[in-house]
């Protein structure tokens, strides 16, 4: 049985969510340009609801979309947040690096974290703005996985189950928590699962 959409996102989506061709939903006005902080709040609470059967020490997420709800949560539990950067900074070596494709951009890039922050004793918490195709989270499993890190769970505003990441992961055996799944965008219909 899968979990209700959280209220409070569903009924911003459906007020001031966009849909762009190909299948993409803009969320600039509350999450990926201007942010709401109380929303933000209100959905880390959520994730904190929907986790509590898990054990985590750190939360990870990748820049620079899953920033935001990342560090809310961080916030309300007190906990280390860790992004994982796009771009290899020169003075950084004791890298773990993978390559990423992205839907949005229709290219790969190569995303990195320190092992100083990505540790064997870490149990992570993964939180992104979005999970589509599932190519983030893939990229994630593989850094957590070199790192010889635990992975917890992973945590989604939005979903778009019509792209099948949610799928995948869950078949690994991963538990998943997406606050709004959203079944289809066609026609430039928001459709809710
Ligand atoms: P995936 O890797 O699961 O295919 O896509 C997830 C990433 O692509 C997210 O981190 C998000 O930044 C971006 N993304 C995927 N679909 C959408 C969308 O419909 N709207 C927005 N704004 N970003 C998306």
Redesign the pocket.
């Known amino acids: 049985m899968s979990t209700p959409c959280f209220g409070a996102l569903q009924a911003r989506i459906l007020r001031d969510g966009k849909c762009?061709p190909g299948?993409?939903?803009?969320?600039?006005g509350f999450?990926?340009h201007q942010i709401d902080p109380d929303l933000l709040e209100q959905m880390s609470v959520e994730f904190i609801r929907r986790f509590a059967s898990v054990e985590f020490n750190k939360i990870l997420t990748?820049e620079a979309?899953?920033i935001a709800p990342a560090i809310m949560l961080g916030f309300l539990l007190h906990l280390p947040v860790v992004f994982a950067k796009k771009k290899k900074p020169s003075t950084m070596d004791n890298m773990l690096t993978t390559s990423?494709?992205?839907?949005?951009k229709n290219r790969s890039y190569d995303v990195c974290c320190s092992k100083d922050f990505l540790k064997p004793s870490d149990k992570v918490l993964f939180i992104?703005?979005?999970?589509?195709?599932?190519?983030?989270?893939?990229?994630i499993i593989d850094l957590v996985q070199q790192a010889g890190a635990q992975l917890a769970g992973m945590g989604f505003l939005?979903e778009?189950s019509f792209?099948h990441?949610g799928d995948y992961l869950r078949e690994q055996g991963i538990k998943v928590e997406s606050l709004a799944v959203i079944k289809s965008?066609d026609n430039c219909t928001i459709e809710f699962a």
């Open positions: 762009l299948g993409i939903l803009k969320v600039d999450i990926n990748i979309s899953g990423v494709f992205s839907f949005t992104d703005d979005f999970l589509a195709n599932g190519n983030a989270a893939k990229g939005i778009k792209q990441g965008l």
